[in-house]
């Protein structure tokens, strides 16, 4: 079973290379990095419970760039979230799709950065066997996403019938920008990219400036010989 990497230095922490959760006690609060699929030999549900269970004292920061993973380890991660006493927010960093996107709606704010998506879709299965079988199973997996549409139904405020609906999408899904997630429902906020707008506010000149520079350039145009 992959386990967690516990550090109190984010530096030392994130030099450890391969790592698929990262679990890091970072001052007053507790940081959850989900960078791969949820479940065996990807995010291990057990180790991201059983370091909530010891920080149930802080609140909890979960940065998610996920492809997805199983329904019901995302179900597991999302009431684990869920049931930690202190706020959890959910940072969607690159991609929360499938069982990821269920995860993070057991968080109590969800942000996600720009140009980063948030994606649903109906259950899928791999499997062999004869008709009953195969019946059975798509008789699971039907109802399997009643449940997954309820989930998003009661985070959204939305119906489950036009969850549904976008879980079937076009052909497989629907995903979601930011703007599109908050208004959906689905996300609460999106965070600005602080440091390029800085960068943007610093290269831009005074008005006043630009304002001079500009009737300069206009009177050598209008002077040129």
Known sequence: MFKPTYSNNLKEAT???????MCLVVEDRVEVQIMDAIGPGG???????????????????????SP???????????????????DVTAEITGQAYSAAAIAVMGADRIEMREGTRLGIHRAHALLVGNA?????????????DGDIASIFAQRSGQTAEKMLELMD????????????AVSLGLADGVIAPEK??????????????????ACHRLKNEYYKP
């Open 132 to 144: 009953l079988i195969l019946r059975d199973v798509a008789n699971e997996l039907e109802s399997l």
């Open 68 to 86: 997805g993973g199983l329904a019901y380890d995302g179900i597991a991660l999302m009431n684990a979230f869920d049931d930690h006493p202190q």
């Open 169 to 180: 999408g076009k052909p497989d899904g629907t995903s979601f920008r930011p703007e599109d």
């Open 15 to 21: 030099t450890e290379p391969g790592f698929k959760v």
């Open 196 to 213: 390029r707008h800085k960068a943007a506010r610093a290269s831009r000149l005074d008005p006043k400036l630009e304002s001079l520079l």
């Open 43 to 65: 995010v291990e549900v057990e180790s991201v419970q059983g370091f909530l269970a010891e920080h149930s004292d802080k609140p909890v920061r979960a940065k998610v760039n």
